[in-house]
């Protein structure tokens, strides 16, 4: 159930499998807004959003690498469904990592998408949410970005600087009506991890969207998933440094 304020909920990345699955779950009572490309061809989330029991479902166009448009989307949004209750950013790339490694636009591209696009966004939205004093955001970081590893780097260090921008938004927006909720998930079992094998404590969409529903309607401001991430990720940062160089993954 969406109990973080009035507002409609925004997903950015329509598509995304978590940010459906937290849509369904944030839906019952609530207008809910799915912002991805193609946006006309997002009818199967629209319908599983009708029968989660949103009171309406709307979809517009987003193009997360377009930083030029995020301003505008956002006072569209505002003009045409009042202040947003909750903020979802659920879009981002895995990359190829052998491929960046050789070619730096590919690297640049993975950075824009999962860092640069993401701070872009956030700053527009936090703008507009202190103008309405209310209202929660939701950002997935990643265990990826405790500590850069060999096998991921490139993907590593933009949830590693996208991490700490939101920490630091978190603390700005202290007092100011909004929240902040940044989710740290482990290897997720899903579309962008098709054909890999899954990591220790891995998730599904469905356990990250759970988990996040629940630390939003108790009001915290991190969540790892599944819980016990948080012991791995502080073994990671105390591994020395010819041993961590040899992790696969």
Known sequence: MNDTGAGPVVIFGGRSEI???????????????LAARRADRLDEQVRALRAAGATAVHTVEFDADDLTAHGSLVDKLVAEHG?????VLAFGILGDQARA???????????QTDYVAQISLLTHLATAMRTGGRGALVVFSSIAGVRARRANYVYGSAKAGLDAFAS??????????????????GFVIGRMTTGMDPAPLSSTPAQVAGATARALHKGRGTVWVPAPLAILAF???LTPRFVWRRMPR
Do not use: N
């Open 19 to 33: 940010g459906v699955e937290l849509a369904v779950r944030l839906a019952p009572g609530a207008t809910v807004v």
């Open 83 to 87: 202040p947003i209750g909750t903020a």
């Open 101 to 111: 490694e050789a070619d730096a636009g590919h690297a640049v591209a993975v950075v």
């Open 168 to 185: 630091g938004l978190a603390d700005s927006l202290h007092g100011s009506g909004v929240r902040l909720l940044i989710v740290r998930p």
């Open 235 to 237: 073994a990671f940062r």
